[in-house]
């Protein structure tokens, strides 16, 4: 069942042909995961499906449950030209490489910025409990100015207020750039566990051997092309793919 399909996309930057004819799908329950080298397009992509940049031409079909005459049902979406704040509203979120959490808030501000379009008061109390569950780190922290925290903390709380949306699609930027080992690993088993919770994940990451190990498929993406695809098994022993991006 596909959740996301991005058809045909191009994307400009003035003169420079950033995304050309990117074609990709993600289906529900899948981590599927986007490799490549720096400035390969790879961010652009992401942030074209959360509306923050506007493609020249092609489509963004996103899927969602959604209520019809009192049964809930999959419907398609087209959020190619949708503003960021609607297509949160469709229940996808985005955690932007680099974290972008509010560095002055506190790490249960952060929370309740996460939570904008929840309106029941006692069901955003349940979320935060659930992300504090996931995250014993933040719980710890609950009250801390969230620019005290370390760059693991940080982007645990990252993930944590895009998770206070319900999106069903996850889109994880570079989640562990900067990280130390310890907290890649955990970072990593963070994510593995959310999908095993259910949870539908596009992944943009640098460290190439971690995202294949845990992604369903992959697609890599060389200067605003894709130029292979497969299962994370198959481009794990893909000769091309290990002397590119696994020094192999």
Do not use: W
Request: with cysteine; net charge neutral; glycine share 8%.
């Amino acid at each position: 069942m596909k959740i996301l399909r991005v058809n045909n996309l191009n994307v400009f930057y003035g003169q420079i042909h950033a995304l050309k004819d990117v074609s990709l799908e993600v289906n529900k329950g899948e981590i599927v995961s986007l490799i490549g080298a720096n400035g390969a397009g790879k961010t652009t992509l992401m942030t074209t499906i959360s509306g923050l940049i506007r493609p020249k031409s092609g489509s963004i079909i996103y899927a969602c449950d959604t209520k019809i005459n009192d049964k809930i049902e999959l419907m398609d979406y087209e959020i190619t030209k949708l503003p960021p704040h609607k297509i949160v509203s469709l229940k996808l979120s985005q955690v932007p490489e680099g974290r972008q959490i509010f560095l002055g808030l506190t790490v249960d501000e952060n929370l309740d910025m996460g939570a904008f379009l929840q309106k029941d008061k006692n069901h955003i109390k349940e979320l935060k409990e659930e992300m504090f569950s996931l995250f014993p780190r933040l719980l710890e922290r609950k009250k801390q100015i969230a620019g005290t925290l370390s760059g693991g903390e940080q982007q645990m709380l990252a993930i944590a207020r895009a998770l206070m949306s319900e999106p069903e699609l996850l889109l994880l930027d570079e989640p562990s750039m900067g990280l130390s080992p310890l907290f890649v690993q955990e970072v990593f088993a963070i994510i593995k566990r959310l999908n095993e919770k259910g949870q539908t994940i596009l992944l943009v990451e640098q460290n190439a051997k971690a995202a294949l190990n845990i992604s369903n498929r992959a697609y890599v993406l060389e200067t605003g092309n894709i130029v292979l695809t497969g299962t994370g098994e198959e481009l794990l022993h893909n000769d091309a793919v290990k002397k590119a991006y696994l020094g192999k």
